[in-house]
């Protein structure tokens, strides 16, 4: 079974009831590998082979998705305190701005000293709308999550198309649009990559993408050699683990399949700037799952 998160064309589900014990678990921490090795992301894994150039990381929200109604402030607040210094939104039940007006978000995560860099949202109605909020609030994209597999290739190319004109009504705002991907876009459709389509029939002044690194690597896909291949073209990531077996979920950070050390390095090195940590789903409770990923990126990071 693939597991995709039809995201924002539903609300995010009632947030979780009751008081919340907010307990950090200590990270577990992930062992780097001492001897190379070629994983499912494609990448040669060697000791030593040079660090992310990451300076910071940040929160997909949809991570917190069963807490975060029920205490925006507070929640926010808490992944503050594990260090992480970027925001990615989504559209809640609440809004992507969690039921505070565009200044009086800013001002708040300019409290916290957090930074946010975009959110998702259905760009398909009320575009304009959402930038200019999106833009007042201090934000530099809005993004299109989840789309769907579409049948022909021909409605893949309709897509770039709509992408195109999205773009433009961002940019009159001053705001940048994007694309989120999952893994059904790189699943091959009459000897295509739709991904491909979609990133060769849109205007690079106009559309961005953000990769989900589990979900290129679910779709058995090279991600080194696609970041490559579209250097510049991708500018946002998530940073998600993977494990396939028997069906794909994601997990903490450093218990999966993905070697994000070489990977990430050669994110970096294609343009990628806004590393953004996301979990789908948790062995355990929500904020330690956030709490252990946080640790990892830290000691992943060599910050400059």
């Not at 990381?57 to 917190?64: A, I």
């Not at 992944?79 to 925001?87: D, R």
């Not at 760009?123 to 789309?147: F, H, M, V």
Request: net charge negative; hydrophobic share 35%; glycine share 10%.
């Amino acid at each position: 079974m693939t597991y995709n998160r039809r995201l924002f064309l539903k609300s995010a589900g009632a947030a979780a009831a009751g008081s919340l014990v907010l307990t950090l678990a200590s990270c577990g921490g992930s062992k780097e590998k001492s001897s190379e090795s070629t994983d499912s992301t494609g990448v040669a894994a060697t000791e030593g082979a040079g660090a992310p150039s990451i300076p910071d990381f940040g929160l997909q929200l949809y991570s917190v998705r069963d807490i975060i109604g029920a205490d925006p402030k507070g929640v926010l607040k808490q992944i503050a305190g594990f260090g992480y210094k970027k925001i990615e939104s989504y559209a809640g039940d609440k809004g992507f701005l969690w039921g505070m007006t565009p200044k009086e978000y800013k001002a708040y995560m300019d409290e916290l000293g957090i930074v946010t860099v975009s959110t998702h949202a259905d760009t398909t109605k009320d575009l304009e709308k959402i930038a200019t909020e999106a833009k007042e609030a201090g934000l530099s994209y809005i993004l299109q999550p989840y789309i769907g597999p579409q049948k022909t290739l021909d409605e893949w190319k309709k897509r770039a198309e709509e992408f195109n004109k999205r773009g433009e009504i961002c940019n009159k705002v001053g705001i940048k649009f994007g694309y989120h991907n999952h893994d059904y876009s790189f699943k091959e459709l009459d000897g295509k990559i739709p991904q491909e389509i979609l990133l060769d029939g849109t205007d690079k002044s106009l559309v961005h993408f953000e990769l989900d690194l589990m979900w290129i690597v679910a779709a058995k896909a090279d991600a080194a050699a696609h970041l490559k291949k579209y250097a510049g073209r991708y500018e946002l990531c998530h940073i998600k683990d993977l494990v396939s077996n028997p069906e794909n979920h994601s997990t903490d950070l450093g218990k999966g399949e993905i070697d994000f050390a070489s990977l990430l390095k050669v994110a970096s090195d294609s343009g990628v700037t806004q590393f953004i940590v996301e979990q789908e789903e948790y062995p355990g409770p929500v904020l330690t799952s956030i709490g252990n990923d946080a640790e990892y990126m830290k000691k992943l990071v060599f910050k400059s």
